[in-house]
């Protein structure tokens, strides 16, 4: 490590992996519990495919490779740093996703409950806001629908983070 | 310098990306979208509303009004709809 | 079932346990999303046992049989009625817990975020306040210590469901 | 009617449970409890403070002004701390 590069202002594990393949939650969690004693809380949160009552067949999800890893880990660098996490694991996969499979996964472990709600929250809506990834529906009888539009919802969730 | 496009923006440009040469008084992000969108019809089409077009600057979230600076790559994509 | 019970105002498959057992999370998920296409966010809690900087050698969790069911199950309903949720499964140990081991676990799913996490939230702060369990610590150097007494935050966390 | 105790105020009534015949002028949670504690040295600690002490009539939680009614089951104990 570079002896000049400024020391992290948080202590958590913090891990961001973009992948294709699916993951598994159990070993995720025990990564950031397992050989330790001072863990008292992990929030899971795990985003799926919906098939929007039958429309779908699939998300294709695109990402904009590199830039995709680095937003995420400097969302959950502040994360990190204003939460007293113990670790925080953040996996999103790219291309085609079934409906009923995973899209997304963030684990956040603390001491205490609070923190590891308000940051696995925290995580998700600026991962829906700022991380860059784009979904296209494909439907259900064949035809490539279009993409996916941004909601305007994501943007007030994002906002409720910012200190006033 | 690198321009890469993602999205309905990627299919609009019809390229992934390309490189290319900055002219002169192209200084800002939006005067090179302005510049771009005058290439053709598919770079017209992508850049036809480009209040909702979103940037990057080396892999950073910027503002229109950023300066392109010294960057080595730029991309333009819709908002973003992961997770 | 009785014709004349009333209809719950609710969907959600409620699933509420009491048992000295560990339990497996990824299977806890699969149980509420397996079969499905409507499910689009889970949020899991996993409350595990710390040993507090090393002064705990393991926790004793008493609880009421019959009321934890019961006293937990009416939580559950309430979450259940107040958000749109798919399924919810709360599971509470009781007996002796090594630091490091699991404790509790909430799992709440739906098909947007805001719900499940809220549900798994509520879920907790309620649990803490209300379930007829509680917690004798035992002191590494072997002395039985005394009952972890309850905090104040715990109830103000739980007042902030409170709907004005 | 059957009287459950848990936790410390288990430990020192030094009892899980009991069964009392509920004596004339006893309507009330807390009258059952000063009546409780006026029994012997163990009673009397567990509840030297009432204030704190939590109750369940037929196992749903109650306030200590609550009428005991026709509950069968009662149940002492400290505020809770699971989860």
Same mark, same amino acid.
């Given at each position: 490590?570079?002896?000049?590069?400024? #020391?992290? &202002?948080?202590?958590?594990?913090?891990?961001?992996?973009?992948?294709?393949?699916?993951? &598994?939650?159990?070993?995720?969690?025990?990564?950031?519990?397992?050989?330790?004693?001072?863990?008292?809380?992990?929030?899971?949160?795990?985003?799926?495919? =919906? &098939?929007?009552?039958?429309?779908?067949?699939?998300? /294709?999800?695109?990402?904009?490779?590199?830039?995709?890893?680095? /937003?995420?880990?400097?969302?959950? /660098?502040?994360?990190?740093?204003? +939460?007293?996490?113990?670790?925080l694991?953040?996996?999103?996969?790219?291309?085609?996703?079934?409906?009923g499979?995973?899209?997304?996964?963030?684990v956040?472990?603390? =001491?205490? =409950?609070?923190?590891?709600?308000?940051?696995?929250?925290?995580?998700?809506?600026?991962?829906?806001?700022?991380?860059?990834? +784009?979904?296209? /529906?494909?439907?259900?009888?064949?035809?490539?629908?279009? +993409?996916?539009?941004? #909601?305007?919802?994501? &943007?007030?969730?994002?906002?409720? +983070?910012?200190?006033? | 310098?690198?321009?890469?496009?993602?999205?309905?923006?990627?299919?609009?440009?019809?390229?992934?990306?390309?490189?290319?040469?900055?002219? !002169?008084?192209?200084?800002?992000?939006?005067?090179?979208?302005?510049?771009?969108?005058?290439?053709?019809?598919?770079?017209? !089409?992508?850049?036809?509303?480009?209040?909702?077009?979103r940037?990057?600057?080396?892999?950073?979230h910027?503002?229109?009004?950023?300066?392109?600076?010294?960057?080595?790559?730029? !991309?333009?994509?819709?908002?973003?709809?992961?997770?």
């Amino acid at each position: 490590m570079d002896k000049t590069a400024p #020391k992290p &202002d948080y202590d958590a594990a913090v891990s961001v992996r973009v992948q294709a393949d699916d993951f &598994d939650i159990t070993r995720e969690i025990a990564t950031l519990s397992e050989g330790r004693r001072d863990v008292g809380a992990i929030v899971t949160f795990t985003g799926l495919c =919906r &098939d929007e009552d039958g429309r779908l067949s699939a998300l /294709e999800l695109e990402h904009y490779p590199g830039m995709a890893e680095a /937003e995420i880990g400097r969302i959950a /660098e502040e994360a990190a740093a204003r +939460w007293p996490l113990t670790g925080l694991t953040v996996i999103h996969r790219f291309g085609r996703i079934a409906p009923g499979a995973n899209i997304v996964l963030v684990v956040a472990a603390s =001491r205490h =409950r609070r923190a590891a709600f308000e940051a696995a929250d925290f995580l998700m809506d600026f991962l829906k806001t700022r991380a860059p990834f +784009w979904k296209k /529906e494909h439907l259900a009888e064949g035809a490539e629908s279009g +993409w996916v539009e941004a #909601k305007a919802a994501d &943007d007030s969730d994002a906002a409720r +983070w910012v200190k006033n | 310098m690198k321009i890469r496009y993602f999205a309905w923006v990627r299919e609009r440009v019809g390229l992934e990306e390309e490189e290319i040469e900055l002219p !002169a008084g192209v200084a800002s992000v939006s005067e090179l979208m302005a510049w771009l969108a005058a290439r053709d019809e598919g770079y017209a !089409a992508a850049f036809a509303e480009p209040e909702v077009i979103r940037v990057a600057l080396d892999q950073f979230h910027v503002e229109h009004e950023a300066p392109l600076g010294g960057a080595s790559e730029v !991309a333009f994509f819709p908002p973003m709809t992961g997770g």
